[in-house]
């Protein structure tokens, strides 16, 4: 296997020079830690969708899985998310709860921005030996540091709590004072409320 170097000199993609190659590690996996946060920042988002869509069921007093199949039937995730802050603000245009769930669908869009940005890139190698992206409609690598993979994904594990914060508040079962017992309580009492939805309160 040979590293060729690409025209613009800016990047590297591995191309094969003999047929024994077909065994040979891809470049992406030259970066373990980088690629563990790309997939769980793809994961992550679809645990906060999957929430919104939780929360706007409840809101509109209709089953979990009624509202998923409406939803899912968009396939833009960024339509679904417009779709939901629509939905939101029709139903609850009096509630001092609306402001705050709207800032979350809008902190969802931007995570989606990110979200998208790993996902349809191509990985490659820099220059001098880090990893580094080539973007949709883009032909040039810009370099991806861990560091920023692991804020975007704090982004959205702190979208995830605050989601599932919602959730436990509109069925009255949040605590500054979670215990094993509340946690039994609170997973009763949401399945109750919508019992196709799968949570999982912990303490």
């Not at 077909?22 to 830690?33: F, G, K, T, V």
């Not at 980088?34 to 906060?48: Q, T």
């Not at 931007?110 to 820099?126: M, P």
């Not at 861990?146 to 959730?167: E, N």
Request: hydrophobic letters at 40%.
């Amino acid at each position: 296997m040979a590293d060729r170097a690409t025209d613009r000199k800016d990047y590297f993609v591995t191309v094969p020079v003999d047929p024994l190659g077909a065994n040979d590690p891809l470049l992406m996996e030259r970066y373990p830690d980088h690629m563990r946060y790309v997939g769980l920042i793809i994961a992550a988002f679809s645990e906060c969708e999957v929430k919104l869509i939780t929360l706007l069921s409840m809101e509109l007093g209709l089953r979990f899985g009624t509202v998923a199949d409406m939803l899912y039937a968009i396939e833009s995730s960024g339509a679904r998310l417009e779709a939901m802050r629509a939905a939101f603000c029709s139903h609850m245009p009096d509630t001092g709860r609306l402001p705050e769930i709207v800032d979350l669908v809008d902190e969802a869009q931007s995570l989606l921005t990110q979200r998208n940005k790993f996902a349809h890139s191509i990985y490659a190698e820099g220059e001098h030996g880090e990893m580094a992206i080539i973007g949709m409609r883009r032909n040039e690598a810009v370099d991806l540091p861990l560091h920023d993979l692991k804020h975007q994904f704090g982004r959205m594990k702190a979208l995830s709590y605050q989601l599932g914060r919602q959730i436990a508040m509109r069925t009255g079962v949040f605590s500054e004072q979670p215990s094993e017992r509340h946690a039994s309580d609170a997973l009763q009492k949401l399945q109750s409320s919508s019992p196709d939805v799968r949570s999982h309160p912990s303490p």
